[in-house]
Structure formats: structure tokens, C-alpha cells
């Protein structure tokens, strides 16, 4: 691999109260690559996504990008960076519908007084961005102003991902993203994923399904009881030396 790593994790730690979250974790993400961040419920994973997205910063430890040293202290930041990211607990809203969701936080104003002055919405070309872009992604939602809250599970986290998506970023981190889906949804977004890494972006997947990180990722990095716990090239690695080191029955620090 060329270059410097699109993002770079030194010695990252982070405390809750008693809890040490994160202790001295290490991460690399290279252009094209998918890492599998695995760990037992209460590892540190989605802790480790909500530094990176600048959600909960680090107490200490460095964030590189593309080799130099950045803060990443706010979720703007993240995502000016080119960091996007779709959260284990889905923040979609209820209320709202599909093109609107995918908008959030930076909705299309019409152009001249009534946008600037009124800040009247442009929802068709809202909404006819949100069909180019959930097409273009081969999603299937029948309808971009139905309510998300009518939506499945599976068509929820699609349009999670798409919204993260809409800024062409660089990296992406997904927190279980198959977790809620049946087979073929699942299928769908290891798909997306695929497809990520072929246009060169950078993939953070958690999962605790060895089946997906079989599937689709380059690398494993196991995270036991907040530290790392062992780095493996994910084809050539038998799954049951992934899953002792998930367990604690391989120590490899
Ligand atoms: N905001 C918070 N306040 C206090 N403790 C927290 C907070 N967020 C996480 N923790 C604690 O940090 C530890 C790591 O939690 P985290 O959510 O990162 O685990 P995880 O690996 O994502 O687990 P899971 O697989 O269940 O999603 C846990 O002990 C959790 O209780
Ligand atoms: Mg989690």
C-alpha cells in the first residue's frame, strides 16, 4: 500500500466516569480498504465511531488524516474532513420523509429572496436528488415522500446510509449496519459496501456477524475490554482465531 493511511488512530482513550471506554487503541483505514472493527457488546466499538465522528472526543491520543495531525471535536468536523457516518442507533426522523431525511442538516434552499430571505425549501429538486442518489445506489424505497417512520427496518438503514453518503466522503463508518436485516438486505448493503471500497473510499464495518466480515473485509481489528486485541488479514485467517481473540480465549495485544 502506498502513502499514508487515510485515517490513522494513535493511542486513542477514553473514560466514562469509571468506565475506561478506550485505552492506547490503534486503527489504520487505507483508500479501498474495509475494516472490520470487531469486539464483544461493550468493547468500545461504537465508542471508537463516536471519536472518530467527533460525537464524544478522546481524552487523549492522536487522530491523523492522510498523515497529518487533526482535531475532530465536533461532527462537522468529521464531516469536513469527509467522514461520514451511519450510527448504530439510526437517527432518522420519524416525522419527516425519505428526501427530507436524506437533506438533514443541509437542505436545498430556492435560489435569490425566497430561499435567502424566506428560507423557502427547494423540495423538488430535494426530492429529485434523493431518487438520483437512492437509484444510483440500486435502493429500492418505493416512494421519497413517504414517512420514514413507514419504512422497514431494512429500508431505514438504507436511507441511513444513503444520507451518509450524499457528501461523497472519503471515509465511512458504519456501527452494525446488517444488524437489523433480513438475508437479502444484509446481501444489499455488503453490496454498497463493496462498491465503496471499488471507488476507493475507506469503510469502518462493525459487525458481529463473522458471515459479513468474511464477506467483505480486507481486515479485523479486535477490540476486547477497550484495547486492541489483535489485527488480522481477514482471507487468510481461519474464523475461529478471529472469534478467540473477540472472546478473550487469544490474548494478542
Ligand atoms: N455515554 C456513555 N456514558 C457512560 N458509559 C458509556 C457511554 N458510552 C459507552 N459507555 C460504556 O463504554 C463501554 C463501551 O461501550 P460501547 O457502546 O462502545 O460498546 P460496543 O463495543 O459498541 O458494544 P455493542 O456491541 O453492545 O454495541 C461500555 O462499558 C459502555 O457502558
Ligand atoms: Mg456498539
Redesign the pocket.
Known amino acids: 500500500m502506498t502513502g499514508p493511511p487515510l485515517l490513522a488512530l494513535r493511542g486513542i482513550s477514553k473514560r466514562?466516569?469509571a468506565?475506561q471506554?478506550l485505552k492506547d487503541v490503534e486503527l489504520e483505514v487505507h483508500r479501498g480498504e474495509v475494516v472490520a472493527l470487531l469486539?464483544?457488546?461493550?468493547?468500545?466499538?461504537?465508542?471508537?465511531i463516536r471519536v472518530i465522528a467527533g460525537v464524544?472526543p478522546a481524552d487523549k491520543g492522536v487522530i491523523e488524516w492522510e498523515g497529518r495531525a487533526v482535531q475532530i471535536r465536533t461532527p462537522q468536523a468529521a464531516q469536513h474532513l469527509g467522514i461520514a457516518t451511519v450510527y448504530?442507533n439510526l437517527a432518522l426522523c420519524d416525522g419527516l420523509d425519505v428526501a427530507e431525511n436524506l437533506f438533514l442538516g443541509r437542505e436545498r434552499r430556492f435560489p435569490g429572496t425566497l430561499g435567502r430571505l424566506f428560507r423557502l425549501m427547494d423540495k423538488g429538486s430535494m426530492r429529485r436528488e434523493a431518487r438520483r442518489q437512492l437509484d444510483g445506489l440500486g435502493i429500492r424505497v418505493p416512494d421519497v415522500r413517504a414517512p420514514v417512520a413507514s419504512l422497514s427496518a431494512g429500508q431505514r438503514q438504507t436511507v441511513a446510509i444513503s444520507r451518509a453518503l450524499l457528501g461523497a466522503p472519503k471515509v465511512v463508518l458504519l456501527?452494525?449496519p446488517t444488524a437489523a436485516l433480513g438475508l437479502q438486505q444484509a446481501g444489499h448493503v455488503l453490496d454498497l459496501v463493496d462498491e465503496l471500497r471499488e471507488h476507493g473510499v475507506g469503510v469502518i464495518l462493525?459487525s458481529?456477524n463473522m458471515g459479513d466480515v468474511k464477506a467483505v473485509a480486507d481486515r479485523a481489528a479486535v477490540?476486547r475490554l477497550?484495547a486492541n486485541n489483535g489485527l488480522f488479514h481477514v482471507p487468510t485467517t481461519p474464523q475461529d482465531r478471529i472469534i478467540s481473540s473477540i472472546i478473550g480465549a487469544e490474548s494478542n495485544p
Open positions: 466514562f466516569g468506565v471506554a469486539g464483544d457488546n461493550g468493547a468500545g466499538k461504537s465508542t471508537l464524544d448504530q456501527d452494525e462493525i458481529h477490540l477497550g
